[in-house]
């Protein structure tokens, strides 16, 4: 793990990974590295992730860290760039660990289609160009996959293994940083409804997945209860904007690519939210291969 910090002091002094690990948790208020850390200064530079983790459940992360800062992270042994794109915004799953740092990709990982189209399927756009609701859909089950040989699992009775790379090879989590999977944890979700599927708005608990056009500063768009734009994307405009912005261009070999939002156009039930060349939020049909740029939480 490497760590970047804005105007970081290069004279630190890494907290012995024995201190941070020699007592059990739930016993935070007096454990002898709570202790340890309040101590520090603001010259304290993490070292593992489990630090990082560790510094967060203490409640230090908005002390320690700023949304901007950036880690490299190992994905399928390729050292890549993350962002802090919000800190204590997203809500653990468990209730016990109310802290949180979310990171995102700063570059997109690989293309991919976000499922795969339904032949069988009554709705006649899901046959040829997939399905928008993200719950259902291929790139969510395969974000969260530990699987060595990704496991497709179907979700409804119209429902089709999606294709191509990454489907035919090992699941997300089995191709990042285990150090940094073992520190991750499952954070309450919500995502809108195309009017196909009845309007309103599902809820899900994932570590891994897109982000929505709400999160990215986008216009609201359909049911949007409990979503809120991270300040990593607030930052970068005035105001919500559906319109080009050059801060959420992402890039694929140094070229510019389309990446996927995990957010239905709502009026359409096969073509899902994205970010287009210039960085505008556009729509695609759901089958065609689009940049990925995921966000993970650590709890």
């Not at 990171?103 to 997939?130: W, Y």
Request: with cysteine; hydrophobic share 35%; aromatic share 10%.
């Amino acid at each position: 793990m490497a760590y970047v910090k804005t105007n970081w002091v290069d004279d630190v002094t890494p907290l012995s990974a024995t201190n941070m690990n020699n007592i059990e948790e739930g016993l935070a208020n007096i454990n002898p590295r709570v202790a340890a850390l309040e101590a520090l200064t603001g010259n304290f530079q993490p070292t593992t992730w489990l630090e990082v983790q560790q510094l967060s459940r203490d409640g230090k992360g908005e002390d320690f860290f700023e949304v901007g800062d950036q880690f490299m992270v190992n994905y399928n042994g390729v050292p890549r760039v993350c962002d802090i794109i919000a800190i204590n915004q997203d809500t653990p799953t468990n209730a016990l660990y109310p802290y949180s740092i979310t990171l995102q990709f700063h570059d997109i990982l690989l293309n991919t289609m976000f499922d795969a189209p339904e032949p069988s399927n009554p709705d006649v756009n899901m046959q040829t160009a997939g399905n928008n609701r993200y719950i259902h859909s291929g790139i969510k089950q395969w974000l969260n996959s530990s699987d060595t040989t990704f496991a497709w699992v179907s979700k409804h009775a119209y429902d089709v293994a999606p294709t191509g790379t990454p489907y035919t090879g090992s699941g997300f989590l089995k191709l990042l940083d285990q150090d940094l999977v073992n520190v991750l944890g499952a954070v309450n979700k919500q995502v809108a409804k195309a009017t196909s599927d009845g309007g309103g708005q599902d809820t899900f608990s994932d570590k891994v997945f897109l982000l929505s056009p709400k999160e990215i500063y986008g216009t609201d768009e359909g049911v949007i209860t409990g979503e809120v734009a991270y300040p990593y994307y607030s930052q970068m405009v005035a105001s919500a904007t559906d319109a080009a912005v050059t801060s959420r261009i992402k890039y694929l070999s140094a070229t510019a690519t389309q990446w996927w939002l995990r957010s239905p156009r709502l009026i359409n039930s096969s073509r899902t939210r994205g970010i287009g060349l210039t960085g505008e939020v556009n729509y695609y049909n759901d089958n065609i291969s689009l940049g990925i740029a995921p966000a993970f939480v650590i709890v």
